[in-house]
């Protein structure tokens, strides 16, 4: 089998960390986003992933080369030249997609963190025979998203509603998908729209079907939803009852330690925080709900809750980062710094307090 994950454009929404490294190669509770997917589809037998991209080809496929080997799975891009959207790049990688085989392939929206049902996908889609089969979820505010109306026994799809003003349903798209190669009859080579003009066409000849996703679901490409997407893919491991959470006295609720990272005498963790490889976490900390990339040190009695501290940086003693503030690669927050909310740019040194949220050049 084959996937296609959909990895597009600069992560401006992720920015500062994506001044660093392109989204996918963004560490999400402690390996880069585009790993949980790869591994989720090698599990399932997937071969093949080919990454569609237009940006920085070179620096994935470098640092992708040693999962390659690692993993046992063939990984190759597909580049535009130009943005295609969300269905165009499926044409532009028709050939590496199809084979004699005439097998459905995946194609994944790259920003998507769930516990990816890719086997449960493979016999829904067998089992309703239709040509398209795609993941839903349920959320609880639908006005803000596109809806997509479906059967509740069949999982038949009906009609997708846009934005909708007045309720229809509270299920929207997952941005995971298993598609018969016919599909990609459907898709000329321009910047075109899967969910807008290809999936509709598919509903309206009653080929296309949707599966409710089972577990926890989230769109991780902008700062707030990497920080709940945390929350939710450690509350999973919670459940399976993972060896991957740590403990211990100075732990609080989920947490997860990279072996390599130090942590000091009295510090309290947690809930919901992620430690990165090379971490020095020094005596007295306290963090909450954030994530700390590879090779950061925090000093004594600071204080970090609700943020993401990227890599190499530095927070000093007795600073306190809070309220979604973002440190860029390499940035060095001084001693007694406050920081309310600041988005720093990497390679920077904070010698003042932030009182107010601020992007910082």
């Known amino acids: ?75 190759t891009c597909s580049q535009e030249t130009e943005p295609l959207g969300t269905a165009g790049p499926l044409a532009l990688a028709r050939d590496k997609l199809i084979d004699e085989s005439g097998e459905p392939f995946f194609v994944l929206n790259s920003d998507v963190i769930s516990e990816y049902p890719l086997k449960e996908m493979i016999e829904f889609h067998k089992s309703h025979g239709g040509e398209a089969s795609i993941m839903v979820t349920k959320v609880d505010e639908p006005s803000k998203y596109g809806v997509v109306v479906m059967e509740e026994k069949t999982g038949k799809v009906e009609k997708f ?10 299920k929207i798209n997952a941005g995971i998908y298993l598609l018969n190669p016919s599909v990609l009859d459907r898709i000329e080579l321009r910047p075109t729209s899967i969910e807008k003009e290809v999936f509709p066409k598919i509903a309206a000849e009653e080929k296309l079907y949707a599966m409710v996703l089972p577990g926890f679901w989230m769109d991780i490409g902008q700062p707030k939803d990497y920080i709940t997407g945390l929350r939710l893919y450690l509350d999973s491991l919670r459940k399976k009852s993972s060896p991957k959470l740590a403990s211990g006295a100075h732990i609080v609720g989920n947490v997860i330690v990279d072996e390599t990272a130090k942590i000091g005498e009295g510090c309290l963790i947690g809930p919901d925080v992620a430690i990165g490889p090379g971490c020095i976490v020094e005596s007295g900390v306290r963090l909450s709900r954030c994530t700390v990339m590879r090779g950061v040190r925090i000093k004594k009695h600071a204080c970090v809750s609700s943020s993401i501290i990227g890599w190499h940086s530095t927070v000093g003693q007795w600073a306190r980062v809070e309220n979604m503030t973002i440190l860029g690669e390499d940035v060095h927050v001084c001693d007694e710094i406050y920081t309310n909310g600041g988005v720093i740019l990497p390679h920077k040194e904070i010698k003042s307090s932030i009182l107010k949220p601020e992007i910082v050049m």
């Open 1 to 75: 089998m084959k996937a296609l994950i959909l990895v597009g454009g600069f992560g401006t929404r992720l920015r500062p960390l994506t001044l660093s490294f392109p989204k996918p190669l963004v560490d999400f509770a402690n390996k880069p986003m585009i790993l949980h997917q790869i591994e989720a589809l090698k599990a399932i037998g997937v071969s093949e992933v080919v990454l569609a991209i237009n940006y920085q080809p070179e620096v994935m496929l470098n640092f992708l080369k040693d999962f390659e080997e690692k993993l046992g799975i063939k990984i």
């Open 161 to 170: 509603v846009e934005k909708p003003k007045l309720f229809v349903g509270n």
